[in-house]
């Protein structure tokens, strides 16, 4: 029996995913929603590990599934690293990361020079922070397939991030990179990497390069944004129902 176990990113907790809950139940699929604690990267990497225990022991006999959405990836990558056999499947939804060379060449194709990193960094931070409107956020996490009012309805759930949280996170590349140097939980039919061609957070060579690194299977949604997979009705369903078949392989 799989019980699959879901993974928030940066900016937002366990209530990402209502909108999939009815269509869950509805197919009577056994979860998990976990609050990470993102008061540190320190208490997130063990609050993902601990949550994950905690599940496994009050059900020994389920196949654990790991769903990670965005920075939640990279946690849910973390836990099935280190966890190894006690994880059954991984799936990876708009996350991913890059080691420096690939990210270096990704700017200087770009060209993109420092002034405008910094910049970029600092907008995403006071994105993060809350001091952004949300009529003036949501283009970077929705296209046009999720309706204005459900954007909306995320956006209450929102959580304004530490200022000390972000300034580590975006600082992280290193520790990221550190950690998955050495493959412990790989292979095509272990992890599925979900790539959303609209993403303007999650750059799709990052995504490709955390598949190619854990010799992943994956699928691209065409059209589809940063959060549209999982709020929009016009992929959620789909959603649903690849990770599904995906954890039954």
Known sequence: MTHFIFFHGIGIRSP????????????????SLIDLDFSSLDKAFESSITSVKDIIQKYPNRDIVIVGHSLGGLFATYVAQTLGDDIHKLILVASGVAPKQISVKAIQQKQINILYKWVKKLGIQIMFKGYLPAWLTQSMFFTKNTPKEAQRKLWKDAVKEKQSFLLEYFQSKTIWNDYFKRVHFSGPDNVLVIICDKDKLVPKHASIYLKDHLNGSYKVYEDCGHNDIVISDKFNKKFI????VFSSI
């Open 16 to 31: 990402f995913w209502s909108s999939i809950v009815p269509i869950l139940d509805n197919k009577s699929v056994n979860y």
């Open 241 to 244: 129902n690849d990770i599904v």
